[in-house]
Nanobody, 124 residues
Framework: QVQLVESGGGLVQTGGSLRLSCAAS????????MGWFRQAPGKEREFVAA????????YYADSMKGRFTISRDNAKTTVYLQMNSLKPEDTAVYYC?????????????????WGQGTQVTVSS
């Protein structure tokens, strides 16, 4: 059973930065695709960024390109989301997800495992 635990959320001012972490356990993650999604109140879950663990390939939603960076630490089996130049519209609960895949995945429907989420609030 895969377990994902997010951390690193919080309150930050516009223009600030946060780094989210997703600690993964339960499998050999070289076969996994990892993703970050977010969900704001009253809105659907939205793709943020994805990574394929062994190749290191990454993919970003257009609105996050240049501001967010997804990365992984193999030794710690942890995936990170570095978020810079944060805006109030980035306020949401951020979720980490995992799926068995050798490519990046952008659809939430393709992911099998989800973390509990971490709240990010950007004040104006």
């Amino acid at each position: 059973q895969v377990q994902l635990v997010e951390s690193g959320g919080g309150l930050v001012q516009t223009g600030g930065s946060l780094r989210l972490s997703c600690a993964a356990s339960g499998r050999t993650f070289s076969r996994y695709a990892m993703g970050w999604f977010r969900q704001a109140p009253g809105k659907e879950r939205e793709f943020v960024a994805a990574l394929q663990w062994i190749s290191g390939a990454t993919y970003y939603a257009d609105s996050m390109k240049g501001r967010f960076t997804i990365s992984r630490d193999n030794a710690k089996t942890t995936v990170y989301l570095q978020m810079n130049s944060l805006k109030p519209e980035d306020t949401a609960v951020y979720y980490c997800a995992a799926a068995t895949a050798f490519t990046v995945l952008t659809s939430a429907l393709r992911y099998d495992y989800w973390g509990q989420g971490t709240q990010v609030t950007v004040s104006s």
